[in-house]
């Protein structure tokens, strides 16, 4: 199985640059819409509920630093490990998302339910580290 670095080092690829948040919310949204489309998980690794929207804490770490980062920037993960389904389940993503400001995917992730469930009530300013579940975003994208 390929890993959430694998799937943001294609994003760059492909991008060529964006920001810490962007990159965070394209690879939740090609995760939650490839378990949508009922194809199993592209990563094991999880998302949590933080006050910006989803966020993935393995690649935060790996970029907390940076605004704005580049393909070079992210010295883990191999795109050549996504599979062929994997691959045109992402460009689907970047050619939707891709060109939606940072800002607008953070309000539009936000008001989603995967990310409310997750953060149980808390408001907005909260800090947060409960996993949004694949389950859910599994059932809120599959329904829409």
């Known amino acids: 199985m390929a890993t959430i670095f694998d799937v943001a080092k294609y994003i760059l690829k492909n991008l060529e640059e964006t920001t810490n948040g962007k ?11 490839t378990l949508a489309w009922g194809e199993p998980a592209l990563f094991d690794e999880d998302f949590q509920a933080w006050s910006g929207g989803p966020v993935c804490p ?8 940076k605004f704005t980062i580049r393909y070079d920037d992210l010295q883990v993960g191999n795109e ?3 599979s062929e389904t994997a691959i045109e389940n992402i460009n689907m993503i970047v ?3 891709g060109e939606t400001e940072p800002y607008d995917l953070i309000e539009e992730s936000t008001n989603e339910d995967p990310w409310k469930l997750a953060r149980n009530g808390l408001t907005r300013e ?7 579940t694949k389950e859910s975003m599994k059932i809120y994208y599959g329904g829409l």
């Open 58 to 65: 393995e690649l935060y770490s790996k970029n907390d630093q």
């Open 126 to 132: 909260e800090p947060c580290e409960t996993v949004i």
């Open 95 to 97: 050619k939707d998302y």
């Open 23 to 33: 990159l965070h919310k394209l690879c939740y949204y090609s995760q939650a819409w």
């Open 80 to 82: 050549t490990a996504l």
